[in-house]
């Protein structure tokens, strides 16, 4: 049975490939000052700081696979407990290795990982967009600070 976040995640890709199929469509242009009836306005650009799943990922995956030391494809418990220590992060590395390696094989792998990255994207994309904006990332560094 997929859980919702996963089946959420898969949602949002797909919704992401087809804005991206229909934005490489060129549009039909129309005459000079002739404006279609019900034609939308064009969507405001992205901010800078707004992050698509795919980029989410990529920039994730690419900090932790620097924890794969021995350049194998997979990060050991070993390689984990020593990344955190390195990074300085507070908690149980043993826990939350636990909660990446979802096929409990003692290494993490690159599918569990974006199986990871996917729920965690999906529990902060709030309005199911398909994109991270500054307030849905409160711990992210672009996000707007709280007030005192």
């Known amino acids: ?21 229909t934005a490489t469509q060129p549009p039909v242009a129309a005459p000079p ?4 009836p019900g ?6 650009p992205r901010a800078k700081s ?16 620097a924890a794969d030391t021995d350049r194998d494809g997979k990060i050991s418990l070993l390689e984990w407990e020593a990344f955190q220590a390195r990074r300085n992060i507070k908690g149980d ?7 990446i390696d979802s ?7 690159r ?3 974006d199986a990871f ?4 994207f999906a529990k902060l994309d709030k309005n199911g967009d398909g994109v991270l904006t500054a307030d849905e990332m409160p711990g992210h560094k672009s996000a707007p600070k709280p007030e005192q």
């Open 117 to 120: 990255f996917a729920k965690r």
């Open 33 to 36: 000052g002739v404006t279609s």
């Open 50 to 65: 707004d992050i698509t799943l795919a980029k989410f990922q990529k920039r994730r995956e690419k900090a932790i696979m």
């Open 1 to 21: 049975m997929i859980s919702r976040s996963i089946l959420a995640a898969a949602l949002s890709l797909l919704s992401v490939a087809a804005l991206a199929q």
């Open 39 to 44: 034609a939308t306005p064009p969507a405001a």
């Open 93 to 99: 590395a043993a826990k939350s290795f636990a909660r």
């Open 111 to 113: 599918a569990e990982l």
């Open 103 to 109: 096929n409990h094989d003692g290494f993490i792998d």
